[in-house]
C-alpha cells in the first residue's frame, strides 16, 4: 500500500529552527508538496520538489532524498504565526496525491 | 483569500435529511476535488473532476454524490448520511489533474451529523 509518514505533533521556540521529516511510499513518484494549515483554515500551499536536493524561499526550505524516499521542510527563524499543521503529500505514478497525516507544530514564546 | 470559495461554512443536519455543498473557483482551473478531513487523518479524496469529467471516484459511498456543471462549480450532495460522515470537507482545484500543479483549497464546510 501507499503510505506517508510523518511526526504526529513537535514544540519548537520562537525565534529557533525546526525540521519536519517526511518519509514516503508510494506507486511511483511524479513529486513532493508541503502545504501549511492553520486551524480552522484551508491547507495553503508552500513548496514543491521533484528533484534531490533543497529548495529555500525565504524562511523555509524543502529538501528531497528519492532513493531514501525522505523529504523534510525546514522552517527557520520561528514565529507565533508558524503555529499550524503541515502536510506533506507525493504525487504517484497516477499523478494521485497521497497525504500524509500531517504534522501539528506548536511554537513556544 | 485563495480564490477557491466554499458555501456553508458550517451545516448540522440530520440522517434524513437532504443537503448540498457548492464550491466556486475564480482561478480558471480545470481540475476540482472533494476531500474528506477527519481529526489526525489523512486528506481522504474522494472526487475529482478534470474538464468537467469525474476521473476519480474513491470507493465513496453512494450517500455522496458530486456535481459538476462547469469547470468553475462543484457540488456535493448529501442525503441519509451517517454521524461518522461528520468531517470538514475541502474543496480543491488546480490548473490540471496532473503535472506538477499545486491545487487551492477552499475554506472548507464543517459538517456535523446528528
Known amino acids: 500500500g501507499q503510505n506517508i509518514d510523518q511526526p504526529t505533533e513537535m514544540t519548537a521556540t520562537e525565534g529557533a529552527i525546526v525540521q519536519i521529516n517526511c518519509t514516503y511510499q508510494?506507486?511511483?513518484?511524479?513529486?513532493l508538496f508541503w502545504y501549511q494549515q492553520h486551524a480552522g483554515e484551508a491547507p495553503t500551499f508552500l513548496s514543491y520538489n521533484v528533484l534531490d536536493g533543497l529548495e529555500e524561499k525565504g524562511r523555509f526550505s524543502s529538501f528531497l532524498s528519492r532513493s531514501k524516499g525522505y523529504s523534510y521542510l525546514l522552517l527557520k527563524e520561528l514565529q507565533m504565526k508558524d503555529s499550524a499543521s503541515y502536510l506533506c503529500a507525493v504525487k504517484d505514478s497516477n499523478y494521485q496525491l497521497i497525504w500524509g497525516a500531517g504534522t501539528k507544530l506548536i511554537i513556544k514564546p | 483569500e485563495t480564490g477557491v470559495t466554499q458555501t456553508p461554512r458550517h451545516l448540522v443536519m440530520g440522517m434524513t435529511n437532504k443537503k448540498s455543498l457548492k464550491c466556486e473557483q475564480h482561478l480558471g482551473h480545470n481540475a476540482m476535488y472533494w476531500y474528506k478531513q477527519s481529526a489526525k487523518k489523512p486528506l481522504e479524496l474522494m472526487f475529482v473532476y478534470n474538464f468537467k469529467e469525474q476521473t476519480e471516484n474513491n470507493s465513496v459511498p453512494s450517500r455522496f454524490s458530486p456535481e459538476c456543471p462547469n469547470s468553475s462549480h462543484l457540488f456535493l450532495h448529501l442525503h441519509t448520511l451517517q454521524p461518522e460522515d461528520s468531517a470538514l470537507y475541502l474543496c480543491?482545484?488546480?490548473?490540471?489533474?496532473?503535472?506538477?500543479?499545486?491545487?487551492?483549497f477552499g475554506p472548507g464546510t464543517r459538517l456535523t451529523v446528528t
Open positions: 480543491a482545484s488546480s490548473q490540471d489533474e496532473g503535472g506538477a500543479y499545486e491545487q487551492y
Open positions: 508510494t506507486s511511483g513518484f511524479n513529486g
